[in-house]
Each structure stands twice: as C-alpha cells, then as structure tokens.
C-alpha cells in the first residue's frame, strides 16, 4: 500500500467541459474525503464518505459537482460544465475511524486549471 | 462561527533561534486540533494532534482553552523545517477539518 493515491495529477480543461478525477485511498481506511485548495488558501472541505455513504457535502458542492464511491474503495469526483472558478488543487484523504485517530493521510493532489 | 487563525502568512527566523507558530481557533465545542506541514513538493501531512501531546520533529504545542489557542513551538530552527504550516480543527465528531490560511516558515542560514 503506497499511501492515498489520486489521478491525474493535472488536469486542463476548456471552460464548459466535464472533469472527473479518481482517488484510491489506503486500503484499511473506511473514511475519504475531497478538499479543495486555492491559491494563498487552507484547503476547504467538500464531501466525505464513510464506507460507500456519502455523510456530508459543503454548501461550496454546486449542483456541478458530484463524488460517488461505489463499493466503499476508491472514489470519483466530477465536475460538469466547468467555470475558471473551478480551478484549484483537489484533495483527496482518508483516515480510519477504528482507531478513533482523527488524522489523515493525504494524497497529492490533482490540479485543475480551467482555460 | 468555526474558524481557525493563522495571522501570519510568512515568518522567517535565522538557524538555532526559537520559532513560535500562531494559531487561533473559534469552536463552541471540544475541538480537536492538529498541524500538518507540506514541504516543498511534498504532500499534506500530519505533523502533531494535541490529545497525543506528543513531540515530533522537535516541534510541540499545548491546547489553551482559554485563550482558544494552539501554537506550534520549536526551541531551535533548523533549515529542513522550512514548509507551509497549516493548523486544522475537527469537532463534533465529524472528523471532517477546518484549515486555517496557512503559515510559510523560512528558516535562514
């Protein structure tokens, strides 16, 4: 196990078109989350899963963005019909809730550029 | 509100002086508070979490209640601790952080 592992890396993208990105967390982890980061800025929560269930998304998740994980394993994080507010680093991270530890372990990232 | 503070974007300090990161925090609860640090080219990771009062790299930090507070102190910086600091927040059991805007150490030869 390498760790939390997301693809692409980078990703550009003409304004108007769809975007999905994949994470695989570390595989004992039954928590995952998606943060955005923007330039100059902490990174902001979005969503997160525990097993397959989606328990929470940001206010800041328009009605363009989804995030599934279907079988409790990796996760997808789509944006439709992108805007060049779209651009950002998107995190993803996961964690265990058997240890009652609540850090993360991050992935590296993707970065979204919207042209 | 839920807001975490880092009032300083930058802070330089020279090799063997002390370093003292600021963090603030606005929470109603019993948070949970962290620092993770992102080297150069590196990814997010976690540096220390207050209930294990742990030391890690040289660094500590004490959760004040009272002053709503949780910085990060290191006795002697060294040139390798240059990174961007973040300090985080959970609470409520949501395990899901609020990120403060970030601190960017240098440390100067």
């Known amino acids: 196990d390498t760790g939390v592992s997301q693809n692409p890396r980078h990703k550009i993208t003409k304004r108007g078109q769809n975007v999905t990105f994949r994470c695989d967390p570390i595989?004992?982890?039954?928590?995952l989350y998606w943060y955005r980061q923007t330039l100059g800025q902490g990174p902001e929560f979005l969503t997160y899963f525990q097993n397959e269930a989606q328990l929470e998304k940001s206010r800041l998740l328009s009605d363009r963005f989804s995030a599934e994980r279907p079988k409790g394993s990796f996760s997808t994080l789509e944006i439709q019909r992108t805007e060049q507010g779209d651009s950002a680093m998107y995190l993803c991270a996961s964690s265990s809730t058997w240890t009652g530890d609540y850090g993360y372990t991050f992935g590296s990232g993707t970065r979204l550029t919207v042209v | 509100a839920q807001r975490v503070t880092q009032p300083e974007k930058l802070l330089s300090v020279f090799k063997g002086a002390p370093v003292e990161l600021k963090c603030n925090y606005s929470y109603s609860g019993s948070p949970e508070l962290f620092w993770y640090v992102q080297y150069s080219r590196q990814r997010l990771q976690l540096l220390l979490r207050h209930i294990s009062r742990e030391s890690i790299k040289g660094f500590t930090a004490d959760l004040n209640k009272g002053e709503t507070s949780f910085h990060l102190k290191k006795p002697f910086a060294q040139e390798e601790d240059s990174a961007m600091y973040y300090c985080a927040l959970s609470g409520g059991g949501t395990y899901k952080y609020i990120f403060g805007t970030g601190t960017r150490l240098k440390v100067l030869a």
């Open positions: 595989s004992e982890h039954n928590r």
